[in-house]
């Protein structure tokens, strides 16, 4: 059985780790945290983009575990691509067909 389990969204170095060891120590395989948070207003945090992304790079380099982020756009399926093992696609973007085309090429490839 695969567990996956992390926090909403990357918000901090210090606040992935502490979550990071928690995770790994309930015997969890997968982390799952959010690089990309769009949110109603635009002056709401919005997540740390790249800089989330290799913080969960780096998460899996001290605890071995595969991480799991989403996608929000087809150009940001590349970026999310170079730092994950699985790449999320959330509800409110089952009706992007052009990302799900650019999930469905990486997927066809063998790349998941």
Same mark, same amino acid.
């Given at each position: 059985m695969a567990i996956i389990a992390g926090p909403c *969204? %990357?918000?901090s170095r210090d606040q992935a780790f502490v979550v990071a060891e *928690?995770?790994?120590?309930? +015997? *969890?395989?997968?982390?799952?945290g959010g690089a990309f948070k769009p949110r109603h207003s635009p002056y709401a945090f919005q997540g740390l +983009?790249?800089?989330g992304l290799? %913080?969960?790079e780096d998460i899996r380099e001290k605890y071995g575990l595969k991480i799991v982020t989403e996608a929000l756009d087809e150009a940001g399926v590349d970026l999310v691509e170079r730092y994950a093992d699985v790449i999320q %696609? +959330? *509800?409110r973007s089952m009706q992007n067909f052009t990302l799900l085309r650019r999930v469905g090429q990486i997927t066809s490839a063998g790349a998941v």
């Open positions: *969204a %990357i918000e *928690a995770v790994w120590r309930s +015997g *969890a395989k997968f982390f799952r +983009g790249e800089d290799k %913080i969960l %696609i +959330g *509800a």
